[in-house]
């Protein structure tokens, strides 16, 4: 065994240990402490969580690596996902939990009506499913490299882990593990960047040296085939490039299982204090992930121009054991590099190993390698575990309980819940050994289809009193059977071939327009159909503007103002 696979051993199998330990520790028997955590997590540590929640595998994983080969056009993912949260916490998350419900489906449910609520669990559980086949994806590319298994091994091992202590904790016990997980992936994923900042420019601050680097990086890339790091638009043209950042901003916005985490606060101003804490702790990797892109590429580069293709760095040696990166057949000398299979390039490397494997390439000690293999398992956990979470309570509170047994007791919830949980899984392994792009791209197709359903009904169910439950059940179908299926036809899923881009539109960046179509058909509709009853304009209004102090209790009233 070698040092790499000892040390990445000693520090996942130590983080797992202690995630294992606080799951059970918090190990809950009733719904509120499963879906909500008691309605008891500080601001703080709920900003921790919600940071280590929604910075998955693919900011940690695969994010710099998109950014290192599109260059400034990968600035889409930061501008994208953090102003998503600004949305979230002025638009969204101190209403919703002045609302004090469970789940987004209940709010919607409440809001509109119960066949709106259906729809909204439905599309709850199709986004989070689609977000977690990601992080299994992530996890089985850590376990594949690190400890010598091949990617379908380490998705099953990751999976099999991650289910394991959503199953436990609940919402309890899942937040109080983000808060460890996230000290974890931050320490794992800054600590490397300082000490490649210093080695390349004398300068441990990576977020103001790596402009150093850049005239020298975009000669090599010109001279390897690829575009330049700073040039704009290179890889994207500027309609997708302002339509996937918007998706990804109301995606952030609307997605389910972030939006959740506003009910675990104590009070309606920790809501929106969460928020902004969320973003300070989101900020320390995301200004960190362009500088990582800018000197593991770099590195690569120099690394292989011009090298015989027999005399390669070990590093590639060792990817290549895992099918992620390639030798072309035929290349003798190393002249072109490539994220692309069908490049045509002497060598492909995929966009998810780059973060994993920086450490490797810059000759980094042994136990720096294995704290990035445990940050990165920290990342995919954490957010699986939010999304594993989504599922059960969609289905559990929202399907099983509303529309099968409304008689059902907390422990026949629970058990349905963490049988939805067990399948999810079972069903993320396969997706995620056969995953239709990259971990990042993966989890952007989420944020579409949660941009081009949540968004619209949450933002108009709280703004806009005359929107009605037919008006919202018409624009949510529409919505995500729009995104989806320009998803389907532009990507090679379900056996079907890959079509191109519609006005060069990607399927990332599709979520924008579905979402213009949700609003569109949500107005007209509410607008021909009768307006929603008294109550519920009391309702809206109750929760846009202060009220006096009242407590949230599982089913009636109350509210921090």
């Known amino acids: 065994m070698s040092q790499i696979q000892i040390w990445t051993l000693v520090f996942i199998v130590g983080s797992f240990a202690v995630y294992l330990y606080i799951a059970w520790r918090s190990r809950v028997k009733e719904t509120a402490g499963f879906y909500v955590a008691g309605q008891g997590i500080p601001t703080i540590a709920n900003g921790a969580a919600v940071a280590a929640d929604w910075m998955s595998a693919a900011s940690f994983i695969s994010m710099a690596g998109l950014i290192a080969f599109l260059g400034s056009d990968g600035t889409i993912y930061l501008m994208g996902w953090t102003g998503g949260y600004v949305l979230l916490a002025l638009l969204i998350a101190p209403y919703l939990r002045k609302w004090g419900k469970f789940t987004v489906p209940e709010f919607v449910g409440d809001r509109y009506s119960e066949t709106v609520r259906t729809i909204a669990a439905v599309a709850a559980i199709i986004i989070s499913f689609t977000y977690v086949v990601g992080q299994m994806r992530g996890g089985g590319i850590v376990f594949s490299r690190f400890l010598k298994l091949d990617v379908t091994q380490g998705v099953i091992l990751a999976a099999v882990i991650i289910g394991l202590y959503a199953v436990l904790g609940g919402m309890k016990g899942i937040t109080w593990t983000q808060v460890a997980q996230y000290t974890v992936l931050i320490v794992a994923y800054l600590i490397p960047a300082f000490a490649v900042a210093q080695q390349m420019t004398g300068i441990p601050i990576p977020q103001v040296s790596f402009g150093q680097i850049l005239d020298e990086l975009n000669a090599i890339s010109v001279e390897m085939g690829l575009n330049q790091y ?250 995500l059977v729009f995104t989806a299926s320009y998803m389907i036809y532009t990507l090679p899923v379900f056996g079907t071939a890959a079509n191109p881009h519609i006005f060069d539109i990607s399927p990332e960046g599709i979520g924008t327009i579905g979402a213009i179509v949700n609003i569109i058909v949500t107005v007209v509709v509410s607008k021909m159909t009768a307006p929603p009853p008294d109550e519920i304009v009391e309702m809206v209004e109750s929760i846009r503007y202060p009220a006096a102090r009242r407590e949230v209790t599982a089913g009636t009233a109350t509210e921090a103002a």
């Open 230 to 479: 700073t040039e704009a638009f290179a890889a994207r043209p500027q309609i997708d490039v302002f339509l996937v950042t918007m998706a990804l901003m109301i995606g952030t916005a609307g997605l389910p299982h972030v939006i959740v985490r506003f009910y675990t606060t104590k009070t309606v101003r920790g809501a929106r204090y969460s928020a902004f804490w969320a973003l300070f702790f989101i900020a320390l990797l995301y200004t960190t992930a362009p500088a990582v892109g800018a000197f593991t590429k770099l590195n690569l580069l120099q690394d292989v121009n011009g090298v015989s293709a027999d005399a390669l760095p070990r590093w590639i040696e060792n990817w290549a054991a895992t099918g992620l990166v390639t030798v072309s057949d035929g290349a003798t000398t190393i002249n072109t590099v490539s994220n692309s299979p069908t490049s045509g390039a002497d060598l492909i490397v995929n966009n998810d190993i780059l973060v994993l494997a920086s450490p490797e390439i810059a000759g980094l000690p042994a136990p720096i390698v294995g704290l990035v293999a445990a940050g990165g398992m920290a990342a995919a956990m954490s957010t699986a575990a939010g999304l594993l979470l989504v599922i059960s309570s969609s289905f559990s509170h929202d399907l099983y309980f509303r529309r099968v047994k409304r008689d059902s007791t907390d422990k026949q919830r629970l058990l349905a819940g963490r049988i939805a949980m067990g399948l999810a899984v079972l069903v993320a392994i396969y997706a995620g050994i056969n995953p239709p792009a990259f971990v990042a791209q993966v989890v952007a197709f989420a944020f579409g289809l949660a941009a081009s359903t949540f968004f619209p009904a949450i933002v108009l169910g709280i703004f806009w009193k005359r929107c009605n439950a037919t008006g919202a059940a018409a624009g949510m179908v529409t919505g």
